[in-house]
C-alpha cells in the first residue's frame, strides 16, 4: 500500500544511506550483489523514511540480505519468513514490509506461508530470488530446478518436475507477480518501487545466477546473442513485441500462445496480443508465467497487478467497526460483563 | 416455586454429574446448575467431560457427554471425586459413568430410554433397570421423555424440538433435590430464546414441569440443603480456564499500553483462547488465524520485533511444531508468550482429556542451549493471573516465555472474585532511552536483568538487524568467535536464572515443616490442597508446596525442600518435574505419585499415597 500509510522521508536520501556497516559475505560474482545494489537504489526513490523499513528473510544466502540494509532487519527461520512479515506488518501497518526468499526457501520448506501469505494479500512485498539451486547448503536440487539436473543430491539427474513461481503465485491468487533479472539493474529497480506502491502482497521473482552451484542457469536467457530473442519485457497497455527490432510477437491461437513475426503472413502489430496487467481474470497471466526458453521467451516486467482487498485493510475495517460497536471497551469493563454476584 | 412436605437433608458438599448423548444438552445442563449455586453463595469446581467426537452417533458409549460439578458449604477445590448424584439421560450414559457414582449414590435415569434398540447399542444383554446390577445405588427411574412429552402438549414445536426439552425437565428434578430456584434458569431461557418465543415456552414448561414431579413424587423421599460457603466477600462471576488466559493476557497488553497480538491455529484443547480474543477487536486484539501453528509463532515472533504484546497457543502437538521458531525468540531475545494447554499425548493422544506430559518440551523442546521461562497455571481462575505474570516476564525480561495450562483447567469453570486491576503488578517496557548512542546496539543489556532493549520499528536512529544466527555480544553483529559464543549461551541463561529474583518465593500450604511435603505443579492443585488439607486436619504432619514458576524455580525452593522429611511429587506424567528436581537438588528424598489415564488426581488416591509415606 505504501504511499498512504508509510511515512515519506522529510529528507532525500541516497543509496549510501541505506548501505549497513557489515561486509557482504556473498560469493564474489555472485548476483545477488545486483539485487542488492538495485534495492539500495529503488529504496530513496521511494521516499519512506528509513526507520519504517523493515526486511525480513527465512534462511539461505539470499537471507542474508536484511544484514547489508542499513533499515531495521529480521533474519528468521528457513521458509518462515512470510509468517513474520505479516506479524510485523499486521502489528504495525504504518512500516513497509519486505521479505526476502530464495527459491527452496518460499518454494519448499516455506511453501505453505508463501502460497497463504498471497491468498491472504497482506500488504508486504516479497522478493524471490531464483537461482534453481540450494547455495548455503552446497548445490542441492531445489524445487525450481530443472529436471535432469545433476546436483550434490542428484548424481544422476533431478527426477522432479520443478515449480514455476508465478504459476504458484497465481494459483495461490497473487494480486502482483513480476519477474525481473539480475543482470538488469534499471529494470530490478523499477519493479522494486512498483511492488511497493501495489497495495497487497507483491511478489517478485528476480532470475538470479549461483555462480559456484548452478552457473548459467539463466544463460539461455541473459546471454548476449539471444537476449532479445530470449525476453520479452512486458508493459502493460504494450503489445508483447520482442526479438531483434521488436520484430517478433505473441498472440493467441486458439487456447495457446503462439510467436508470430511482424510482417510475415500478414500479420501486423494489430494482431499482437497487449498486455494488460489489470485484469482479474489470471488465465493470460498464468500462460505468460510458463513461458519459457528455447520454446518461447522468458516474460519479464509487471505481469499481473491487480486490485483487490487486502487483509490489512479487513483488519483495519473491523477494529474500527469493533471499536465503534464495543459496549465493553476496557478489561474492567470486560470483568464485569455477563453475569456477576455480591457475596457479603 | 419451593419445595414444600417432605425431609430436608443438610450436606457440607455433593457431587453431581450430569451425563447424557452429545446432543443431549448436558453441558448446559451442568453449568445452569452450576451459576444457579454459585449465586446462592455455594463454592463450586466444574469439569465438562466431552467425546472428542462432535456428533458420535447417537445412543453409543463414544457419544456421552457429561459433566460434573461439586458444590458445597465449605471450600472446594475440585470437582469431586465421585458422584453423589448420577443423572443418566440414556443407557450408554449411564454404562459409561457408574463407575464414577459412589456406592449408595443417587442415580436418576429417563426410564423411557431404557428399551431394547437403546440397551443394545449401549451395549447392555439385559436391562440394568431389572436385573438387580442397581441394587447398591439409590434409583430413581423417571420417565422423563414420556413427561416432557406431555407437559408440552400444545406447545407450537415439533416431536424432535419437545424432546430436546428433555434436559430441562432433568434439571428440574435437580433443582428440586437440592432446593434451588429455577428462578435464574427461567430467566436464562428468556434471555437466550428471546427470537423464539415457542423455545422459550417449551423450555420453561419442562423445567417446572420436571420440578413439580420432583416435588410431587414418591421416589423422591427427601431434599438436600447446601449452605452458603464462608468465600471471602466481593463481587463474584465465573471464568473458565481459557477464557481467563486471554482476559489475563488482555489485562497485561491494557497495562502496557499496547495493542494484543495472538497468533494461533486451532487446536483442542486451545481454540476457546482464540474464539475469545477474535471477539474483542474493539479493544486492540488482533487475533490472527494462521495457516499452521508455525506461521502462528511466526506471525506472533514478528508482532513482538514490531513492538506489541504477542502470544501464540496451542496445545503439545502444536507446541513440538512450534520449537524453531520458540528458539529463534531465545537468540533474538523478543517477548513471547506461548501458552501451551497440554492435553494426553504423545502424537494425537487423547485430544479432550487432561494430561500435565509437556513440561519436559516446555523446559527443553527447542534446539542447542535455549532456556526460557515456564510457568503454570493452577487454577481455572488462576489462569488470569498467570497469564498476566507470563506476559509481565516475557516483556520486562525481553525473553520468550511458556505458560502451561491443561484440558482440565481450560474447560473448568469456577467463580472468581472479580480482582482489582489497579493493585495488579505494573508492565514496564524495556524500551532504550531516549540518549541511547546511535548507532544503536540491538544486545546491550540491562545490568540487573540483563535484558535487552526493545527498539521497535518505526522509530528514527535505532534501526538494527538481529535474527537466528549467534550475535556478538553488545553489537548484536553476526559472530562465529568461540567465545562469543561461549558467553551468550551463558548470558541468555543468567537472564533467565535472574528471573528468580523478580518472582514470588515459594510457599506452603498447612504444614511449613514435617514427614511429607507434597509437591505439585499446574492443574493439580485442586486435588493436592483438598487431600492435603483433609490430612492436616485429620492430625498428619503434611504440607503442599504448589510451584507456579518451574523455571526459573523460586530462589527459596531447596529450603522449602529440607524442612521435610519426605517429599512426594504428585503430578499427570510419568514423573517429569520429579526428574528435573531430582537433578536440581540430589540430596532430597523423592517419591512420586503419578497418573497419566487423562483424568484429574482423585483426592482420596493422593490421600493414600501420603498416608503410605507418612505411616510406612
Redesign the interface.
Known amino acids: 500500500m505504501g504511499e498512504q500509510a508509510v511515512k515519506i522521508s522529510e529528507v532525500t536520501l541516497t543509496k549510501e544511506d541505506f548501505t ?3 561486509t557482504v559475505r556473498w560469493c564474489p560474482g555472485c548476483g545477488d550483489y545486483a539485487i542488492l545494489s538495485a534495492m539500495q537504489k529503488a529504496l530513496p526513490e521511494m521516499g519512506i ?6 526486511f ?2 527465512g ?1 539461505g544466502c539470499a537471507a542474508r540480505f ?2 547489508y ?9 528457513h521458509g ?1 519468513g ?11 501497518p ?2 513497509s514490509v519486505w521479505e526476502i526468499q530464495g527459491d527452496g526457501d518460499a518454494l519448499a520448506i516455506g511453501g ?2 508463501f502460497i ?1 501469505a498471497l491468498r491472504r494479500n497482506v500488504d508486504i512485498n516479497i522478493l524471490m530470488f531464483n537461482n534453481e539451486i540450494y547455495g548455503l547448503t552446497k548445490g542441492q536440487y531445489s524445487p525450481t530446478s530443472q529436471q535432469g539436473l545433476i546436483t550434490t543430491s542428484t548424481p544422476m539427474g533431478s527426477i522432479e518436475r520443478p515449480f514455476s513461481a508465478g504459476e504458484v503465485a497465481l494459483g495461490s491468487q497473487a494480486t502482483f507477480f513480476a519477474r525481473t533479472i539480475d543482470t538488469n539493474p534499471k529494470l530490478m529497480s523499477s519493479i522494486f518501487i512498483e511492488a511497493e506502491q501495489h497495495r497487497g502482497t507483491s511478489l517478485v521473482e528476480v532470475l538470479q545466477n549461483c555462480i559456484i552451484y548452478n552457473d548459467k542457469t539463466h544463460a539461455l536467457i541473459t546471454a548476449k546473442e539471444n537476449r532479445d530473442d530470449f525476453q520479452l519485457h512486458l508493459e502493460h497497455g504494450k503489445p508483447m513485441l520482442f526479438g531483434a527490432g521488436k520484430s517478433k510477437g505473441l498472440r493467441l491461437n486458439g487456447l495457446k500462445l503462439e510467436i508470430v513475426t511482424l510482417g510475415e503472413n500478414g500479420i501486423t502489430e494489430d494482431d499482437i496480443l497487449v498486455h494488460d496487467a489489470l485484469e482479474p481474470d489470471p488465465t493470460l497471466h498464468q500462460m505468460l508465467v510458463r513461458m519459457r526458453p528455447p520454446e518461447f521467451p522468458m516474460a519479464l516486467g509487471v505481469i499481473r497487478a491487480v486490485k483487490a482487498w487486502t487483509y490489512d485493510e479487513g ?1 483495519a475495517a ?2 474500527a ?6 459496549k ?5 469493563d ?3 460483563s ?7 | 416455586m419451593t419445595a414444600t412436605a417432605k425431609k430436608r437433608v443438610e450436606l457440607d458438599r455433593v457431587v453431581i454429574r450430569f451425563v447424557g448423548d452429545s446432543g443431549d444438552g448436558m453441558q448446559l445442563t451442568g453449568s445452569q446448575f452450576t451459576y444457579t449455586s454459585a449465586m446462592l453463595g455455594n463454592d463450586i469446581a466444574t469439569l465438562p467431560d466431552f467425546p472428542a467426537e462432535i456428533r458420535a452417533p447417537q445412543g453409543t458409549m463414544e457419544g456421552v457427554s457429561g459433566f460434573q460439578v461439586q458444590i458445597g458449604a465449605v471450600d472446594i477445590h475440585t470437582p469431586g471425586d465421585e458422584a453423589d448424584v448420577l443423572v443418566a439421560m440414556n443407557p450408554a450414559a449411564l454404562r459409561a459413568n457408574l463407575k464414577w457414582l459412589r456406592t449408595g449414590g443417587h442415580l436418576i435415569v429417563d426410564l423411557d430410554d431404557f428399551e431394547g434398540k437403546n440397551l443394545k447399542r449401549a451395549g447392555y444383554d439385559q436391562d440394568p433397570l431389572e436385573d438387580g446390577s442397581l441394587d447398591g445405588y439409590s434409583l430413581t427411574r423417571a420417565p422423563i421423555t414420556s413427561l416432557t412429552k406431555e407437559a408440552l402438549k400444545g406447545v407450537d414445536l415439533s416431536t424432535k424440538g419437545i424432546v430436546r426439552c428433555k434436559n430441562m425437565f432433568a434439571l428440574g428434578i435437580v433443582y428440586w433435590l437440592f432446593n434451588r430456584d429455577p428462578e435464574r434458569t427461567l430467566r436464562f431461557i428468556t434471555e437466550k430464546f428471546r427470537k423464539d418465543p415457542a423455545l422459550i415456552e417449551a423450555n420453561t414448561k419442562a423445567l417446572q414441569a420436571g420440578y413439580f414431579y420432583a416435588e410431587t413424587v414418591e421416589a423422591l423421599p427427601s431434599s438436600y440443603e447446601i449452605a452458603p460457603a464462608s468465600i471471602a466477600p466481593g463481587l463474584y462471576r465465573h471464568i473458565a480456564g481459557n477464557q481467563a488466559i486471554a482476559w489475563g493476557l488482555m489485562a497485561a497488553a491494557e497495562r502496557l499500553g499496547s495493542d494484543l497480538f495472538f497468533g494461533s491455529y486451532p487446536i483442542t484443547p486451545a481454540s476457546d483462547i482464540l474464539h475469545e480474543l477474535t471477539r474483542h477487536r474493539g479493544m486492540g486484539v488482533l487475533a490472527f488465524q494462521a495457516e499452521d501453528e508455525i506461521a502462528a509463532v511466526c506471525s506472533a515472533i514478528g508482532a513482538a520485533f514490531a513492538g506489541q504484546l504477542a502470544i501464540t497457543a496451542s496445545s503439545g502437538p502444536g507446541i513440538a511444531l512450534k520449537g524453531e521458531a520458540m528458539g529463534l525468540a531465545v537468540m533474538a531475545e523478543l517477548p513471547l508468550v506461548i501458552v501451551d494447554v497440554q492435553r494426553a499425548g504423545p502424537s494425537t493422544g487423547l485430544p479432550t482429556k487432561t494430561e500435565q506430559a509437556d513440561l519436559n518440551i516446555a523446559l527443553h523442546g527447542r534446539n542447542g542451549e535455549s532456556p526460557v521461562i515456564v510457568l503454570a497455571a493452577r487454577s481455572p481462575a488462576q489462569c488470569f493471573e498467570a497469564a498476566y505474570m507470563a506476559a509481565k516476564l516475557a516483556i520486562e525480561h525481553m525473553t520468550p516465555v511458556i505458560l502451561l495450562s491443561d484440558g482440565y483447567l481450560a474447560n473448568g469453570t469456577e467463580p472468581w472474585r472479580i480482582p482489582d486491576l489497579d493493585a495488579m503488578p505494573d508492565i514496564k517496557r524495556h524500551a532504550p532511552s531516549a540518549d541511547v548512542a546511535t548507532p544503536f546496539q540491538p544486545y546491550l543489556r540491562d545490568p540487573t536483568t540483563l535484558a535487552r532493549y526493545w527498539a521497535v520499528p518505526g522509530t528514527p536512529g535505532l534501526e538494527h538487524r538481529i535474527g537466528g544466527l549467534e550475535k556478538a555480544d553488545v553489537d548484536g553483529n553476526i559472530s562465529y568467535d568461540p567465545m562469543n559464543h561461549q558467553k551468550m549461551v551463558d548470558l541468555r541463561a543468567e537472564k533467565v536464572a535472574r528471573v528468580a529474583d523478580h518472582i514470588p518465593a515459594q510457599s506452603v500450604r498447612c504444614e511449613q515443616s514435617g514427614k511429607v511435603l507434597v509437591i505439585g505443579w499446574g492443574g493439580t492443585y485442586g486435588s493436592l490442597l483438598t487431600a492435603v488439607t483433609e490430612l492436616e486436619a485429620a492430625g498428619e504432619s503434611v504440607g503442599l508446596a504448589h510451584f507456579e514458576y518451574l523455571n526459573p524455580l523460586p530462589a527459596n525452593t531447596e529450603e522449602v525442600l529440607s524442612h521435610f522429611e519426605h517429599i512426594l511429587v504428585c503430578e499427570l506424567n510419568s514423573g517429569q518435574f520429579a526428574r528435573y528436581l531430582k537433578g536440581l537438588f540430589p540430596e532430597h528424598r523423592f517419591h512420586q505419585l503419578n497418573k497419566v489415564q487423562g483424568l484429574p488426581f482423585r483426592v482420596n488416591e493422593v490421600k493414600d499415597k501420603i498416608m503410605e509415606l507418612c505411616h510406612g
Open positions: 549497513s556497516d557489515q523514511a528509513k526507520e519504517d523499513l523493515v525480513v528473510s534462511i536484511p544484514y540494509l542499513s533499515t531495521y532487519g529480521f533474519h528468521t527461520i518462515r512470510p509468517a513474520v512479515a505479516t506479524g510485523v506488518k499486521l502489528a504495525n504504518a512500516l505453505n506461508h497463504h483488519l473491523q477494529l467497526e469493533g471499536q465503534a460497536k464495543a465493553i471497551k476496557s478489561v474492567k470486560l470483568l464485569l455477563g453475569e456477576t454476584w455480591e457475596v457479603s
